[in-house]
């Protein structure tokens, strides 16, 4: 029994050995150390931020790269200590998403970070990681990309009235029609699809909620409607955020009066607004600006090895020119415009959207996705890390020309390390997100989502990386349609000394 105890105790000596060597396997402290405040000093900016302690929190393998190297992820903490005033919320500089990426965490990672900006003696504390690769017995630091975990939709478990049961049966039935199935379960899955959509957003209605047209699903269009909505219900206004494809559905539930607010694109705005293409027919003078919320850039993916150079190179080639109802599709028509080219021009002219777009593009069966979102979008960070794609930067004559050719284009640059891998400045140009409503949205509605948005609602808490960006110092920029009366008695009442607009 004695010697049965002892083998067990030794085995167990064994186990925690072992465990302990797992975790503290690879790259030591010091190593980390070193790593972790050079990436402060690109999150940062160099000089403003000192790395006052860092503890290392283990570390664990992870799969083989794809040159058979083994890799491995380091754990950290770390206390920064803000040597000058910085401000993630510019529109100048990398933002949270950005600087979480370098640091290995996830926005919610970095904690201390205060809307509008920080002050010199700040405080903030990091979760993070440093992902290392064994290059012929040395552990060499990579950048990957940290995702947010995604939560399981809610499980239902109510069933269909009868009468709702006989309708589906008459769907099913259109199955069974003619034309092949193929084109049938196009047909009739799209249709629904936006049936769906449209009923949800009237029963909503019927219920008094106040709804707010976002975008597509887990973009920063519907993540930051979903925190307004949020917000509103908090205090008491019963409120949805809709899924949509974005700016130019949104304008037309705006008018249809399926919805009270919408996040746009002011350039889209401002075509509605006055009537032009694509809303000739369907022009939306009642139109009226809440605030101007975050840059949304023009980003032109294309592989890494491809030799394209310019977009005048895209000639012939096969491109996804964003969603049908979507401000990418507008943007791409103008940026292909300012080189002389049209969709006609392409190759193929797609539009599948950012995140099948690259599915695409990896697969060869596309040249170049262009997406109009706002900088770092999540999907293009985790391919970037990958080293499977590159982005064009436009020439300052381009650049100069397409701002002064079209209203609501604003001049932008994605800094370097707005990407994984990406070691130069992008030249582009950016649009701004509004916040949009009709004219005769009640006053006491449009003050209370202002206030949520600049006194209440922490982006930063929230993981939202465009929220974030949203300031009184940009709340006008951009702005090409008239105000809302609510909008302009709210930021009146901030005076330029409070960092109002």
């Not at 396997?25 to 931020?49: C, L, M, N």
């Not at 597509?216 to 219900?233: K, M, R």
């Not at 596309?366 to 706002?374: F, G, K, M, P, Y």
């Not at 009442?493 to 409070?498: A, F």
Request: hydrophobic share 45%; net charge negative.
């Amino acid at each position: 029994m004695h010697s049965t105890a002892r083998r067990l105790g030794l085995l167990l000596v064994l186990a925690v050995s072992l465990l302990l060597a797992a975790c503290q396997g690879g790259p030591g402290g010091a190593e980390v150390e070193t790593e972790v405040q050079a990436r402060v000093a690109q999150a940062f900016g160099d000089g403003a931020a000192r790395l006052d302690t860092l503890r290392r929190a283990g570390s664990s393998p992870l799969a083989a790269d794809a040159e058979g190297r083994d890799r491995r992820i380091v754990y950290y903490n770390a206390k920064l200590i803000l040597e000058r005033d910085v401000d993630l919320s510019s529109w100048q500089s990398l933002n949270v998403a950005a600087a979480a990426d370098l640091l290995g965490a996830t926005e919610k990672g970095i904690s201390g970070l205060k809307q509008g900006g920080n002050h010199k003696g700040d405080s903030l504390y990091v979760h993070g990681t440093v992902t290392y690769v064994d290059n012929q017995g040395r552990w060499v630091p990579i950048q990957t990309t940290r995702m947010p975990s995604a939560e399981p939709p809610p499980e239902g478990n109510t069933g269909p009235p009868a009468v709702a049961l006989r309708t589906i049966d008459e769907i099913r039935s259109l199955f069974e029609r003619a034309g092949t199935a193929e084109e049938r379960r196009e047909i009739v899955t799209d249709e629904l699809a936006r049936a769906y959509s449209r009923i949800r957003l009237r029963l909503d209605r019927l219920k008094g909620s106040l709804v707010i047209a976002g975008g597509p699903e887990s973009g920063e269009y519907q993540q930051v409607a979903t925190l307004i909505a949020d917000g509103l219900g908090r205090a008491g206004v019963p409120s949805q955020a809709a899924n949509t494809d974005g700016s130019v559905e949104n304008v037309g539930l705006l008018t249809s009066r399926l919805a009270g607010a919408a996040l746009l694109q002011n350039n889209v705005a401002m075509r509605a607004h006055d009537g032009r293409a694509p809303f000739a027919c369907t022009a939306a003078p009642e139109l009226r600006a809440l605030a101007s919320l975050f840059p949304e850039q023009v980003h032109v993916v294309l592989r890494r090895e491809s030799g394209v150079a310019s977009v005048e190179d895209l000639r012939g080639k096969r491109v996804d020119v964003g969603l049908p109802n979507s401000g990418t599709r507008l943007d791409a028509e103008a940026l292909l415009a300012e080189a002389g080219l049209s969709f006609a021009d392409l190759g193929e002219a797609r539009g599948e959207g950012l995140a099948a777009g690259l599915e695409s593009l990896r697969r060869n069966e596309l040249d170049a996705v262009i997406a109009t979102i706002s900088a770092p979008a999540r999907r293009l960070q985790e391919v970037a890390a990958a080293g499977e794609f590159r982005l064009l930067s436009l020439s300052e004559a381009a650049q100069a020309r397409l701002v002064d050719a079209h209203a609501g284009f604003l001049a932008a640059v994605l800094p370097a390390a707005t990407y994984p891998g990406q070691t130069e400045p992008v030249r582009t140009v950016a649009v701004a997100a509004l916040l949009a409503a009709r004219a005769d949205l009640p006053d006491a509605a449009a003050t209370m989502m202002l206030k949520g948005l600049f006194e209440e609602i922490d982006f930063f808490a929230a993981g939202s990386a465009a929220g974030s960006q949203i300031s009184r110092a940009t709340a006008r920029t951009g702005v090409g349609i008239p105000w809302h009366p609510a909008a302009e008695q709210f930021f009146a009442r901030t005076s330029p000394g409070k960092g109002g607009p």
